[in-house]
């Protein structure tokens, strides 16, 4: 059975910082592309930042500089590094994971909630 469990969520004030995680099950998880997406009530979901099987990353214009994507793949999970966060960052963010095109996940977390405001 594959899952896929985010955490870190949480209430921070603007300028803050919060990590997420997402810890993978069921998979092999180094043959996966893994990427963070993010939906704002009344708004498409977004993929946000992204990081290849080989670990090339890419992220959106609206969060390069504030967020950083990695994995431990020794751990099967993947992270995201969120700093000087705005209210505008306020979203449920989810974790997918992709065997081929990180545009079409074969896998999505449960999402997190992250909510910036003062």
């Known amino acids: 059975q594959v899952q896929f469990v985010e955490s870190g969520g949480g209430l921070v004030q603007p300028g803050g910082s919060l990590r997420l995680s997402c810890a993978a099950s069921?998979?092999?998880?180094?043959?996966?592309?893994m990427g963070w997406h993010r939906q704002a009530p009344g708004k498409q979901r977004e993929l946000v930042a992204s990081?290849?099987?080989?670990?090339?990353?890419n992220y959106a214009a609206s969060v390069k500089g504030r967020l950083a994507i990695s994995r431990d793949n020794a751990k099967h999970t993947v992270y995201l590094q969120m700093n000087s966060l705005k209210p505008e960052d306020t979203a449920v963010y989810y974790c997918s994971g992709s065997r081929w095109s990180i545009l079409r996940p074969d896998y999505w977390g449960q999402g997190t909630q992250v909510t910036v405001s003062s």
């Open positions: 990081i290849t099987r080989a670990g090339m990353t």
């Open positions: 069921g998979i092999i998880f180094s043959d996966y592309h």
